[in-house]
């Protein structure tokens, strides 16, 4: 079980060039996040998903795009990378339902934003 | 707005000693809270608490939730260097939304 992996671990972008964002999960979970991580700012979530389908904003969604076509992935786009988007980003997931449930975190990518 | 405040912001103790870690919430719809820590990489599960006055513990980790004052604290004995870490506390405030505090960054001294 590899649990959740993101890719890629690091990327370097110019202003204005955008890219993606993959996190995928075996474990069948039903809820995913994007969070970011900044120095003295703790996780910000960016944007979730609770199924298949489906996504809404989270505290920090400006400049980020995402799309969950199947259960298992989770991508977040940069349209155009601003320097204020350098940061670690977190995928997380976590498992359905109405229960107490922890969330599962991948490694993290690294992003810089020249 | 839903807030989570952990202190102290930073730590800095020697093998052997005693710390403890807090983190204070407002928050609308409590459900849990959880304890993480995170090395380099990603955040790991330590404890989640639901229930005010019952003490969940795994080796020399322990922590207890306050509903009433509305605090948590994460003790560490025998502290180590392998506990140096960030060590984050999250609330879960309605079902699937989570709430981080800023974390407290802990360093132990060999």
């Known amino acids: 079980n590899a649990g959740v992996t993101q890719t890629p671990k690091f990327r370097v972008l110019k202003t204005g060039q955008s890219m993606t964002l993959l996190c995928a999960q075996d474990?069948?979970?039903?809820?995913m996040y994007w969070y970011r991580q900044d120095p003295g700012m703790g996780l910000r979530l960016i944007h979730y998903s609770v199924g298949e389908g489906t996504t809404a904003k989270g505290e920090v969604p400006d400049g980020y795009n995402v799309s969950r076509l199947k259960k298992q992935n989770f991508l977040l786009g940069l349209e155009s990378a601003a320097p204020s988007q350098t940061s670690v980003y977190f995928c997380a997931t976590r498992d359905g339902g109405t229960g107490l449930y922890e969330q599962y975190f991948g490694p993290g990518t690294r992003l810089t934003v020249t | 707005e839903d807030k989570v405040v952990q202190s102290p912001l930073s730590l800095v103790v020697h093998e052997g000693d005693t710390v403890t870690l807090n983190c204070s919430y407002e928050v609308t719809n409590f459900r849990s809270l959880l304890w993480y820590k995170q090395e380099k990489k990603a955040p790991t599960f330590l404890f989640m608490l639901t229930s005010s006055g019952i003490e969940k513990k795994s080796g020399r980790l322990s922590s207890i939730l306050d509903k009433k004052e509305l605090f948590s604290i994460l003790n560490i004995t025998a502290t180590q260097t392998g506990d140096s870490a960030i060590y984050l506390c999250a609330v879960e405030a309605g079902t699937y939304k989570y709430i981080f505090g800023t974390g407290t960054r802990l360093k132990v001294l060999a």
């Open positions: 474990m069948n979970h039903e809820y």
